[in-house]
């Protein structure tokens, strides 16, 4: 089962040699996970014991300090899952990629000691120590600190993923203390969509998808003629073009979260996507998944940044669930657009019902824990409506006619 809750924390201000450690490793740890990678695909396996086995010794050699080895391997072993599980399922599937500027820590290459993080070196017993810029609600969080974590850079900066797992007791504060949870629903027609207390932010996704395609067109017909170097021109034209989008819109979602008290950002865990447009293959072209990563990517540091709270929950449910009843159906969705109770009778835009049922999901997580038992068995009501009884939150404050403006 994925972590339901992380925390992104950026490292303070790193020395010079310190960030050349950093580079350095996150080059060695990218032609570690490649080098596992090109094996695993080239003896068609996922199996982690044998690419460990096969390949450990190799990256060893790299260079790479012997616990970020094990987590080479594991990256490797995800990628290549997830490689053949496209093809599996006939789906068009590239040359994978590796992804650049991030270095693995496995539980034993990291400890966190207060608010720093001291991490292994090649060096056996010595350590790099990075101060962390911890808000103060994240604070006592830090004791909660459990399993693999995550060094990625963006930009010219440094930050840590570092999951948590939380005990079954309820962190969410009461009276004025109250969190603001606002879920986040990605998808295609919509790329994004957040119920907020005072509206919804609402980003079109139908732009996005049309110049998408005249770029897929283009690349076609370049294609036909054999210009694959206008065809990668395009394709990084259109990559950058994505990622400046995907910067403007995890800022506006950011600073809108930011302007809240005890700020909490709701998302889905990223293979929800996959699931809802399986077996759509205009999908695939007209919004990768690649992109939603990355937009995903981008509202984690913006939000570390800002000390905004990020929460990932399982998206099993929560656009087929009533957010008033809590009744949970596939007929509750009549169209793509329209979300209609078959029990109650309630009726919303269909992505502010799913940013309702996310805020929702996450508002459990965070006063129960990460759920012990994370798949809900199938027809079985989610467990997103429970909880919200005494609590006060927005969330359950809503009426019909606050959806109005955003439909
Ligand atoms: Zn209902």
């Known amino acids: 089962m994925p972590r339901a809750e992380a925390v992104v924390l950026k490292l303070r201000f790193p020395s010079k040699a310190k960030r050349e450690w950093l580079d350095r490793t996150a080059g060695l740890f990218h032609q570690g996970v490649q080098l596992a990678l090109d094996y695993a695909l080239s003896a068609k396996t996922s199996n982690r014991g044998k690419i460990h086995a096969a390949t450990y010794s190799s990256i060893r050699a790299l260079g790479l300090p012997s ?36 270095i693995g820590l496995g539980v034993s ?108 067109s283009l690349r076609q017909r370049l294609q036909r003629h054999r210009r694959t170097d206008l065809v990668r021109a395009i394709g990084s034209k259109e990559r950058r073009w994505m990622t400046h989008i995907n910067h403007k819109v995890s800022k506006q979602l950011v600073d809108l979260a930011a302007r809240y008290p005890n700020p909490v950002l709701a998302l889905e865990r990223l293979d929800g996507i996959r699931d809802r447009v399986r077996g759509s293959k205009k999908f695939n072209r007209t919004l990768n998944s690649w992109a939603f990563r990355q937009l995903v990517d981008f509202v984690q540091y913006k939000a570390a940044r800002k000390g905004v709270q990020v929460v990932f929950v399982d998206p099993r449910g929560t656009s087929r669930t009533c957010p008033r009843c809590g009744h949970a159906d596939r007929s509750n969705r009549t169209t793509q657009a329209i979300f209609r109770c078959v029990a109650c009778g309630y009726q919303g835009n269909a992505d502010v019902v799913a940013s309702l049922n996310i805020a929702a999901a996450a508002l459990d997580v965070l006063r129960h824990g990460p759920p012990d038992t994370a798949r809900p068995h199938k027809g079985q009501a989610p467990s997103v409506g429970r909880g919200l009884g005494g609590v006060k939150v927005w969330v359950s404050a809503h009426t019909d006619s606050n959806l109005q403006g955003s439909m």
């Open 67 to 102: 616990e970020y080895c094990r987590m080479a391997v594991n990256e490797a072993v995800q990628v290549a899952r997830s490689h053949f599980g496209l093809r599996k399922k006939k789906r068009r599937a590239g040359k994978p990629r590796v992804r650049t500027q991030r």
């Open 109 to 216: 290459a990291y400890k966190v000691v207060g608010t720093a993080l001291r991490v292994s070196t090649e060096k056996k017993g010595e350590f790099l120590w990075f101060p962390l810029s911890v808000p103060a609600h994240f604070r006592d969080k830090l004791q909660y600190v459990k399993g693999d974590a995550r060094l990625f850079r963006r930009g010219d900066e440094w930050f840590v993923m570092l999951p948590l797992s939380v005990p079954h007791t309820p962190t969410v504060r009461d009276g004025d203390g109250q969190v603001t949870v606002i879920g986040v629903d990605l998808g295609i027609a919509r790329l994004l969509t957040a119920k907020h207390p005072q509206g919804c932010l609402v980003v079109n996704g139908k732009p996005i998808r049309h110049r998408r395609e005249r770029f897929a």
